[in-house]
């Protein structure tokens, strides 16, 4: 089909809004177009489709699979023993079959025991990699697009659509429209001094909330002023529901207002004053209002953050007594957790600090509405203590000050961070695949793409990932570096990596899942030593153990020392040059031993039997160094990967749409 066809409906750019518009993650809505004959169309490399084609194709899908669903099976038949006279002629096959069974279970509860669970007990499904928006930015060549802007920003709004970025700044009078598509600026004038922007969820209409007085309305198309509705005061925040009837406006001194946008009727919601940010639910039924000067039963430094049931105007939640000034806040994709920050309350020592952690930290709070409990508290850096903005449909926040952090609000840990940036002010696109983030010194935009999803499609049987993007927890499974003084981050082959100076070490330290010859496994990680001779992996335990070196004349050397048998050394062919990136991976199984140095397998080793298996599960930390240079993106697997399956790896990262 020809791209001029599919204008008359919405048209979804990428997988990622493909993969969204049909609620299934992008990987299987590449399965779909294999299987299923989803309707995508090419422009070039880029992949679109219809909104109109893909709903028919569903409605199309679900009948088919209707009428393939097949007829439940009969109720089976009693069952019938054989007579007496068979279990008299095989009364000895019997006896053995009992005997091998019984030595069967013995064996496994031998193993359970003992910690050598069988292989196939590691074969759960794979740990989720979250694609990285700081992978190109953070890296060695520093890629991220960047627009200037004619005034210093101070906050920002993105369209639904994705295609219009609406920022504010220190002039109050002047809107700032950039075109993400055309990555340009322009400016529009606004009748009254404003401190916020919503847009519709069709994208056509933009509100803008006046701190002097008034509600004013602009078309997003032609950027012309449609109205200006009168408040009777300034209005610090606003929010729309999502069918865009309604605007909740959060107004300094007269509470938060209800305001329907057809029939241009108020209703009040709460008599508060000083209320400072709103949000809804994503059924637009619960509005979160957060306030200054104290709120409900909240006093000033503490203030209140309540939850209001909208159609009875009843109060639901109320959260108080915390470090608390007003503060940005937005649901969970659960819709009962809500996250909502302190904004400044820990960071400025005139201020009440009752209840800090400690001076100089940012505080973000993760509330349960359905029984009213806080679940955690978490610290964030005084450099990384910006406005948040949450990442739709995940559980990440993503802060800007001098420094970026992407927070991981599951398991409550950094698992991105940018040094030195400048950026404040984030927001995420409606499909989460770029990260705006303002800059103030020059006045301007950068653009982050997020990685994308294929590049995080690894071969199965993935149980630890360290990606070393700025702090040691970045990991999924149980691998993490240890306490350290010499560790350095630096801009690595994707994202940050960990750089060791003049022959010092580090420890890699996992639970014990799986620990490099225990089992049929690999491990593979990115290196680009500044010396020759290091050692990159040891691990050792009661005369067993494995360890990966550097050679000085810039060979790898393995060493694998079963509990039992010979020790067995393998030297690559290929030479690993100094100060370039090279990919290492080594694999072992029951019979194969193989180095592979930039996807290409350079030394190996035939056993029979199970003689290369290190008899014993415990959990050694992983010794790197004496070791010079750059260590990144640290991989293990619970089996063997083929050689094509390494290639396939190395080749990601090294051409293509995943090169950084």
């Known amino acids: 089909m020809a791209e001029e066809n599919v204008t008359d409906s919405v ?40 909104a109109a084609e893909l709903d028919e194709w569903l409605a199309t899908r679900d009948v088919k699979q209707k009428e393939r669903r097949p007829e439940p099976d009969p109720p089976p038949s009693p069952a019938v023993l054989p007579p007496v006279s068979w279990f008299r002629r095989n009364i000895r096959l019997l006896i ?44 060695e060549k520093r890629s991220a697009s960047r627009v200037a802007l004619p005034d210093t920003p101070s906050f920002a709004t993105i369209a639904p659509d994705g295609r219009h970025l609406y920022i504010g700044g220190m002039n109050a009078k002047q809107l700032m429209v950039l075109d993400t598509t055309a990555q340009k600026v322009e400016t529009v004038s606004i009748p009254r001094d404003f401190g916020w922007v919503a847009v519709s969820p069709d994208s056509s209409t933009i509100y803008i909330a006046s701190i002097v007085d008034g509600l004013v309305i602009l078309d997003a198309a032609t950027r012309s002023v449609r109205e200006v509705i009168p408040t009777n005061g300034g209005v610090r925040h606003l929010a729309l529901s999502p069918d865009g009837r309604f605007a909740y406006l959060a107004m300094m001194h007269r509470g938060v207002w209800q305001l329907d946008l057809r029939t241009r009727s108020w209703r009040k919601l709460s008599t508060e ?53 007003g503060g940005l806040h937005q649901f969970f994709p659960d819709d009962d957790r809500i996250w909502f920050e302190d904004w400044d309350s820990c960071l400025i020592k005139r201020y009440d600090n009752a209840g800090c952690p400690a001076f100089g930290v940012k505080l973000g709070y993760v509330y349960r509405t359905s029984d009213s409990k806080l679940l955690h508290t978490a610290l964030i850096p005084k450099s990384a203590a910006g406005t948040p903005a949450f ?60 990685e994308p999803a294929a590049c995080t499609d690894l071969p199965w049987g993935l149980i630890e990932y360290l990606s070393m993007d700025g702090t040691p927890h970045d990991s999924i499974g149980s691998l993490s570096i240890g306490p350290s003084t010499v560790i350095e981050y630096a801009p690595g082959l994707v994202g940050q990596a960990m750089r060791l100076r003049q022959g010092a070490t580090a420890e890699l330290r996992s639970a014990g899942t799986v620990q490099f010859g225990q089992m049929e496994s690999t491990m ?137």
């Open 96 to 139: 053995a079959a009992a005997v091998l069974l019984a030595a069967v279970a013995v064996t496994a509860s031998f193993m359970r025991r003992s910690g050598n669970t069988p292989h196939t007990a590691l074969h759960r499904p794979d740990p989720p990699l979250h694609p990285r928006y700081f992978w190109r930015a953070a890296s």
């Open 391 to 450: 990442v739709p449909g995940a559980n990440q926040v993503v802060f800007g000050a001098a420094d970026a952090w992407v927070y991981d609000t599951e398991r409550h840990i950094p698992i991105e961070t940018l040094s030195g940036v400048d950026f404040h002010a984030p927001q995420i696109s409606a499909f989460g695949d770029r990260a705006y983030l303002l800059q103030s010194a020059p006045p301007g935009v950068a653009i982050l793409e997020r």
């Open 524 to 660: 593979a990680f990115w290196i680009k030593p500044t010396t020759g001779a290091a050692t990159l992996i040891e691990a050792e335990y009661n005369g067993s153990g494995v360890s990966l070196e550097l050679t000085a004349d810039s060979h790898v050397r393995l060493t694998l020392r079963p509990a039992q048998g010979d020790a067995v050394t393998l030297i690559s062919a290929t030479v690993v040059a100094p100060d370039e990136w090279h990919y290492l991976a080594i694999t072992n199984s029951r019979t194969d031993l193989a180095v592979y140095v930039d996807g290409t397998r350079s030394a190996a080793h035939h056993s029979r039997g199970s003689a290369l298996l290190m008899q014993h599960n415990h959990p050694t930390p992983y010794r790197v160094g004496p070791y010079s240079g750059l260590f990144d993106e640290v991989a293990v697997w619970g089996r063997a990967l083929t050689e094509a399956e390494v290639r396939q790896v190395y080749g990601r990262r090294t051409s293509g749409e995943c090169r950084p």
């Open 273 to 325: 004053g000083c209320p400072h940010f709103s949000a809804l639910d994503r059924s637009g039924k619960r509005l979160v209002i957060s306030y200054q000067c104290g709120g409900p039963t909240g006093r000033e430094r503490h203030d209140a953050v309540e939850v209001i049931d909208i159609e009875s105007g009843r109060r639901l939640n109320l959260f108080s007594g915390l470090p608390l000034v």
């Open 11 to 50: 048209r979804l750019d990428g997988w990622a809004q493909i993969a969204h518009h049909l609620r299934v993650s992008p990987r299987t809505a590449q399965n779909y177009r294999e299987s299923d004959g989803l309707p995508v169309h090419y422009n070039g490399t880029r992949v679109y489709a219809s």
